[in-house]
């Protein structure tokens, strides 16, 4: 948990100039057209899907563990490999904002792209971080829920922003209709860590 302490930290010190101001973009989908209520209904146990590159990686495992000790606060339990209800898969990644998320999975949301211009040549430029994270039926592979939040900052260390990323992401399990929601946060300036102060669904 020290290294999690440790982003949260630097993600407060990389966001001093609006740690009042933060906010965040959420675009969510329900499996086979559910209502959104409905669509992770069923057994809180979960166990993690991991990709190659995520087993090799040092700092996977504290990725996991955030997004673990969040998951825990609504109920979801990870069974550790064993059997589960949902087999839940999580990706992240950091690019610089002039070049654009893309993709499906955040296509709904303005992670388009924008230019670094003069801010850029002051403070440094921009990223865009991105997280998704979708829930399976364990036993038929049946995707149930996705929901991809995205933050853009000055810091281009992806860990630094999954704590905002996963506070984000997490603030309502799942989200009510619409599929778009913008999240803003606050950082705790003693313990540096993200706190919900608000979510206002956006119409597309």
Not at 52 to 76: I, T, V
Not at 132 to 159: M, W
Request: aromatic letters at 8%; a negative charge.
């Amino acid at each position: 948990m020290a290294k999690i302490t440790h982003f949260c930290a630097a993600l407060a010190a990389a966001s001093l100039t609006a740690c009042a101001g933060l906010s965040a973009d959420v675009h969510t989908v329900s499996g086979n057209g559910a209502d959104q209520a409905v669509a992770l209904h069923g057994e809180q146990t979960y166990a993690f899907a991991r990709t190659q590159p995520q087993d090799d990686s040092a700092d996977h495992p504290q990725a996991e563990n955030l997004l673990r000790d969040e998951l825990a606060k609504h109920g979801f339990v990870d069974t550790a490999g064993k059997p589960a209800h949902y087999l839940l898969s999580m990706a992240y990644s950091t690019r610089p904002a002039s070049v654009g998320i893309g993709g499906e999975d955040c296509a709904p949301l303005d992670c388009g792209a924008g230019s670094d211009g003069p801010g850029a040549l002051l403070f440094g430029r921009e990223y865009q971080h991105a997280l998704t994270l979708r829930f399976f039926d364990y036993a038929s592979g049946i995707e149930r829920y996705k929901v991809s939040a995205v933050f853009t900052d000055r810091d281009a260390y992806p860990l630094h922003a999954l704590p905002l990323l996963v506070k984000t992401a997490l603030a309502k399990l799942p989200f009510d209709a619409p599929a778009d929601w913008r999240v803003k946060l606050s950082i705790d300036k003693a313990s540096g860590v993200p706190n919900v102060e608000s979510m206002m669904p956006l119409q597309r």
